[in-house]
């Protein structure tokens, strides 16, 4: 029984050993795989070249609408409107000087007409007193008591205050002349300026005074944009001066279809930040907002907001580089001489949201890659696409 069981043994470990040495010969006389040279990845960009040359900062900015003037009509004299002009309606247009309302003014003629007799008597009083004043002064020599008499006695005899008394009463009676001949101009309601009618609150028959408000209007002559823009952009902009106006604005206008860019020119810094996003205000004046000498642009209106483009101080020697070509880290990639990468950090002057202007760092002969590479490291092999 024992030797069954060490012949079972024997002949499993003579197997096993069989076995080891089999997989060690098999291992041995394996064929060796081929080793193949190791690929390097070459990254195919688009590039472009950019020379130095002379820019304007531009300046990105959202603008409101508004009026340059905006005045509420009041009329200076009493009474009842008894006419008023045909284009006195809101959205109307009416020119500076013209007429647009009438108040009876038969109280006011009438005035003048009183106004003209007192000047016409008080004529005819200091007239009196000049000749009572020459007999004085005759009378005086007569006398012969120039030498004796104190000036104050030589004047009241020789009437000089009834003279100047007279005097006064004249100008006072041609005062109120003036005054009576203005109330009489002032029954035709005229406007200080070319005016867009906003509201009116007047019609025939409508008693009005002092501190009765005829209209609401605006000047159409100009607009203004009030324009938020960050601070740091306040350096780069113009202002004007006697010898140079203000920087130019693109006012553009959105119409659906196509954009309409009107000319504007910087007039003012506001000394305020506004509220919510502490940015600076600049004023912006456009002159016929309305497009009244231009039927072929789309009028501004009060209230709208558009978007602008200030074009701001001029850099000598400076880079336009677009944005698509800029990375996080204010970086721009190079395509070297040698076909590597070069990740090159820049300072930018100013930026939008079509370019970034520097003016260092970059040189004529540079050749900044416009294509997008997945992972960019400093010395990975580019090849330049020559389409």
């Known amino acids: 029984?024992?030797?069954?069981?060490?012949?079972?043994?024997?002949?499993?470990?003579?197997?096993?050993?069989?076995?080891?040495?089999?997989?060690?010969?098999?291992?041995?006389?394996?064929?060796?795989?081929?080793?193949?040279?190791?690929?390097?990845?070459?990254?195919?960009?688009?590039?472009?070249?950019?020379?130095?040359?002379?820019?304007?900062?531009?300046?990105?900015?959202?603008?409101?609408v508004s009026a340059s003037h905006r005045i509420k009509l009041k009329s200076r004299v009493t009474g009842d409107i008894i006419e008023i002009n045909k284009n006195l309606i809101p959205g109307a247009r009416i020119k500076q000087n013209e007429i647009f309302a009438e108040i009876d003014n038969t109280d006011y003629k009438l005035a003048l007409h009183q106004a003209e007799a007192n000047i016409?008597?008080?004529?005819?009083?200091?007239?009196?007193?000049?000749?009572?004043?020459?007999?004085?002064?005759?009378?005086?020599?007569?006398?012969?008591?120039?030498?004796?008499?104190?000036?104050?006695?030589?004047?009241?005899?020789?009437?000089?205050?009834?003279?100047?008394?007279?005097?006064?009463?004249?100008?006072?009676?041609?005062?109120?002349?003036?005054?009576?001949?203005?109330?009489?101009?002032?029954?035709?309601l005229r406007l200080p300026f070319n005016a867009l009618?906003?509201?009116?609150?007047?019609?025939?028959?409508?008693?009005?005074?002092?501190?009765?408000?005829?209209a609401d209007v605006v000047n159409s002559n100009t607009f203004w944009i009030t324009a938020k823009v960050p601070v740091s952009a306040l350096k780069w902009i113009n202002l004007p001066d006697k010898n140079h106006t203000g920087s130019k604005v693109n006012i553009i206008q959105h119409t659906g279809t196509t954009d309409i860019i009107r000319l504007g020119t910087v007039i003012k810094y506001l000394p305020i930040l506004e509220k919510e996003g502490r940015m600076a205000l600049v004023l912006i004046e456009i002159k016929d907002p309305l497009a009244l000498n231009n039927k072929s642009l789309q009028p501004l209106l009060i209230g709208s907001f558009v978007r602008l483009e200030i074009i701001g101080k001029i850099v000598k020697n400076s880079f336009k580089i677009p944005r698509s070509a800029t990375h996080l880290g204010s970086t721009i990639w190079i395509a070297k001489p040698d076909n590597t990468l070069e990740i090159r950090t820049y300072k930018k002057l100013w930026g939008t949201r079509s370019f970034v202007l520097i003016d260092n760092g970059l040189n004529a002969q540079d050749k900044i890659i416009n294509s997008y590479i997945p992972f960019p490291i400093n010395g990975l092999k580019v090849k330049i696409d020559a389409e």
């Open 1 to 64: 029984m024992q030797n069954k069981i060490v012949k079972k043994s024997l002949i499993v470990s003579v197997i096993i050993l069989f076995g080891i040495v089999i997989s060690f010969i098999l291992i041995k006389t394996r064929p060796k795989p081929k080793q193949h040279p190791k690929e390097q990845l070459i990254i195919k960009v688009k590039t472009i070249s950019i020379l130095p040359k002379k820019h304007n900062v531009i300046i990105d900015a959202m603008g409101l």
């Open 120 to 188: 016409a008597e008080a004529k005819q009083r200091l007239l009196q007193e000049e000749g009572r004043q020459e007999i004085a002064k005759q009378e005086w020599q007569l006398i012969g008591l120039s030498k004796k008499a104190s000036q104050l006695e030589k004047q009241l005899a020789l009437r000089k205050p009834q003279l100047e008394a007279a005097k006064a009463n004249l100008k006072a009676a041609e005062a109120k002349y003036q005054s009576a001949l203005r109330d009489l101009q002032y029954c035709q």
């Open 197 to 214: 009618i906003i509201s009116k609150n007047i019609d025939v028959g409508s008693r009005v005074n002092q501190n009765s408000v005829i």
